[in-house]
């Protein structure tokens, strides 16, 4: 059995340990509180532009917008969105493993070509994919530091103009979406070219009498790059609040484990105490008999 002094030891080293996850929990649920206001908030916004969008463009024939071009997905830009800190549970792992079983089922012969790239928001998946025999483009992880839409918007265009230019065919998302604190989703999702959810006999049968002024084709035109702006940013934005919560509830945890392992040092330690007086009652008992004798 351990010594006083060692179990004492290891009940400090552990009530400092849950003092510090209790601190972080705290600290977690206060930014947690500010990020899902603005993900609440931002949602039904880049929803409703989303449907609007897809009312108008699905029945738009000839649009010469290059960002719904469909072309073969001959160099594909996973864009994967994680945090620049860990003690979130899986957090950062789950977007790594969902953006690496997107290049192994759907990729597999474009990362053979060396044309999968990749670009990382978020410290922990830079790492590890710069460690790796990957493309990582750019370091994107000051987005934290002020997470502003014109900040992510920075990120979007230098992305819509490499697709412009060719440089990928496809772009995919990877990322958090945030449910509540305890929940939050691994979606995987196509950025570019902007994909049609609706062909166009389904939206003559829903199509909402939109009155379109100065013209169909020309506010197409403009909705479509404030719509990928909107998209990457809600995503961000998800995946800051999921990571928050993460944590928060990462941290919980661990309080209540330490909480437990305590419970068990403190056992450990009166059953050390007990075992240590009785041998020395007994030390005591058998000397005085021994004089007495």
Do not use: C, W
Not at 74 to 79: E, S
Not at 186 to 200: H, M
Not at 213 to 222: G, L, Y
């Amino acid at each position: 059995m351990a010594n006083l002094k060692e179990v004492r030891n290891r009940i400090a080293s552990v009530q400092s340990t849950q003092q510090i996850t209790k601190a972080m929990k705290m600290v977690s649920a206060a930014k947690l509180k500010r990020a899902t206001n603005a993900i609440t908030a931002l949602r039904p916004y880049a929803t409703k532009l989303k449907e609007i969008l897809g009312n108008l463009s699905a029945s738009l024939e000839g649009s010469h917008s290059p960002f719904i071009q469909q072309r073969e997905p001959n160099k594909v830009l996973i864009v994967t969105i994680s945090s620049n800190r860990g003690l979130a549970g899986a957090f950062n792992m789950n977007v790594i493993k969902a953006a690496n079983n997107l290049i192994a089922t759907t990729y597999s012969q474009q990362y053979k070509n060396g044309n999968v790239s990749i670009v990382a928001i978020g410290k922990k998946v830079q790492d590890f994919y710069e460690k790796r025999k990957y493309t990582v483009i750019g370091n994107n992880n000051e987005v934290y530091s002020d997470l502003t839409f014109e900040n992510v918007t920075k990120v979007t265009e230098a992305i819509m103009q490499g697709f412009v230019k060719g440089d990928y065919d496809r772009v995919e998302l990877v990322y958090n979406r945030f449910k509540n604190a305890a929940v939050q989703f691994i979606t995987t999702e196509q950025l570019l070219p902007l994909p049609r959810t609706e062909s166009a006999e389904e939206v003559k049968t829903s199509k909402v009498d939109y009155i379109l002024e100065p013209s169909q084709e020309e506010i197409v035109e403009q909705l479509i790059p404030k719509s990928i702006k909107i998209q990457l940013y809600k995503a961000v934005l998800d995946s800051h609040a999921s990571e928050h919560g993460a944590r928060m509830t990462s941290m919980d945890k661990a309080t209540d484990n330490a909480g437990e392992l305590l419970k068990s040092l403190k056992l450990s330690y009166n059953q050390a105490r007990q075992a240590a007086i009785t041998t020395e009652l007994t030390e005591i008992v058998s000397g005085a008999a021994a004089l007495n004798g």
